[in-house]
């Protein structure tokens, strides 16, 4: 009964209404569907699940993290600059804040120096490496990306982001610092309304931060392009809620006495945990809130399987081969998976399948670039054989089956269509494909 009230809900949420609505209706209805949306997707979906994943993720490479970023900024001279902003992120444990950064810091000490050796390093780097994959998965999932970075990318933009990043902290840090001291900001600062203005921008800096920190990782992670203005209004909302968020947390944790009484030393490793929790959370749906603003077709659909018909199947490998053959001969763009969904307004995710069918079928290639190209010479693709790789090809959502006992008569008519099928496409090739389709765009432009 609730699901079916929910779903009639549904229904007449996402229908457009009968009669036109003023300007102030339709943003109020909009504004309704993106909670819906996503506390939906917040109740039935599994970003909570990737979230508590994340956290047991957490667990194992916060020190590694810390301790290749403390390397870094150890050689420059400026890892005591480091170490506030761990103590701010476990400012809302309350008192026991400065004993989870000292226990972390202390960790980092230990792995430091030249006790890790090569072999060390190396599991350092993977680490490191390694949860910033799966949180692209978890972004990847929720933007609907079928295809992870390559290998190669992985390690050449993470190592780079995490070398840079510190950096680029410590850079601001000392920034604000040396502004704060300044003669006149000082000045300013004794006399009214700047001194007003002043101290409200110095309580808003904190969520800048924070919002531009989130505002990266949006448009960074997904393996996809994420328009900037939605991942800035994503990381502004995800910033706020962090930033109320850990005030509440706090007043919980300072409260939160009998919890102490019963898990006694626990308590903490349980508040920490929860609190990390609560990051990945407000972090993911964060992302989520992005792609709705970019893609607000998919509010209704949410975060459900998107899986195309074998009609529909048919259609795009031959879209696909089409398009990438056609570039592929001449001086035009060169197609992605990403590309191609958007030109062919079809979820990367449903999309991605079908590309991995005809790459299996030897009919496509994904270069370094990750750029599609045929798999061999045009002139040798045969049309039908397009269709028999996604038809008989492996979808990867599960084991495949390809016999079964059938009835004689449906064998045969299936033999007599497939026989049909070979026939008036057995002699075309994919080069005689897109040359009959360019002689009839340049007849009909004529």
């Not at 949410?302 to 001969?329: C, D, H, K, N, W």
Request: aromatic share 10%; glycine share 8%; hydrophobic share 50%.
């Amino acid at each position: 009964m609730l699901m079916e009230a929910l779903d009639r809900f549904e229904a007449r949420l996402f229908e457009p209404p009968a009669a036109p609505a003023t300007r102030a209706v339709e943003l109020a209805l909009t504004g309704v569907r993106y909670l819906y949306a996503i506390g939906r997707d917040l109740l039935v979906g599994d970003l909570n699940m990737r979230a508590m994943s994340l956290v047991y993720t957490t667990i194992l490479s916060i020190v590694p993290l810390i301790a290749f970023c403390f390397s870094i900024i150890k050689g420059l001279g400026f890892h005591h600059d480091f170490e506030p902003l761990i103590y701010d992120f476990f400012r809302p444990l309350g008192d026991r804040a400065p004993e989870l950064t000292d226990r972390v810091i202390g960790f980092v000490d230990r792995t430091q120096g030249g006790v890790l050796g090569s072999l060390g390093l190396a599991f350092l780097l993977w680490t490191v490496v390694s949860v910033i994959q799966k949180v692209e998965a978890s972004f990847n999932h929720i933007w609907h990306v079928e295809r992870a970075r390559s290998l190669a990318r992985r390690f050449s933009e993470y190592l780079s982001v995490l070398i840079v990043g510190p950096i680029l902290v410590v850079a601001a840090l000392g920034l604000i610092a040396s502004l704060s001291a300044d003669s006149i900001i000082l000045w300013l600062s004794s006399h009214q309304p700047f001194g007003t203005i002043l101290a409200m921008l110095g309580k808003l800096a904190p969520l800048a931060v924070i919002a531009g920190g989130f505002t990266f990782l949006y448009s960074f992670i997904p393996n996809t392009r994420v328009k900037f203005r939605y991942a800035a209004i994503a990381g502004l909302a995800a910033g706020a809620v962090w930033v109320a968020g850990s005030l509440g947390f706090a007043h919980l944790a300072a409260y939160s006495t009998r919890m102490m009484a019963i898990y006694a030393s626990f308590a903490i490793v349980l508040l920490a945990l929860m609190w990390v929790w609560l990051n990945w959370l407000i972090l993911l749906t964060g992302a989520l809130l992005a792609f709705y603003l970019q893609n607000p077709h998919y509010l209704r659909s949410g975060q459900r399987e998107i899986v195309p018909t074998a009609r529909l199947r048919e259609r795009l490998a031959l879209s696909v081969m089409y398009l990438v053959g056609q570039s592929f001969g001449s001086d035009g763009r060169r197609w992605t998976v990403d590309t191609l969904s958007a030109s062919l307004e079809v979820p990367s995710i449903a999309l991605g399948p079908v590309v991995d069918a005809l790459e299996a079928g030897g009919l496509l290639e994904t270069t370094e670039r990750e750029t599609l190209v045929p798999g061999r010479d045009l002139g040798s693709i045969r049309l039908d054989q397009v269709l028999a790789a996604v038809r008989d090809g492996d979808s990867g959502r599960a084991m495949t089956l390809r016999r079964a006992r059938l009835i004689e008569p449906a064998e045969r008519l299936c033999d007599r269509v497939e026989a049909l099928l070979e026939a008036e496409l057995g002699p075309q090739s994919l080069k005689d494909f897109i040359g009959a389709a360019d002689a009839a765009q340049t007849r009909s432009s004529a």
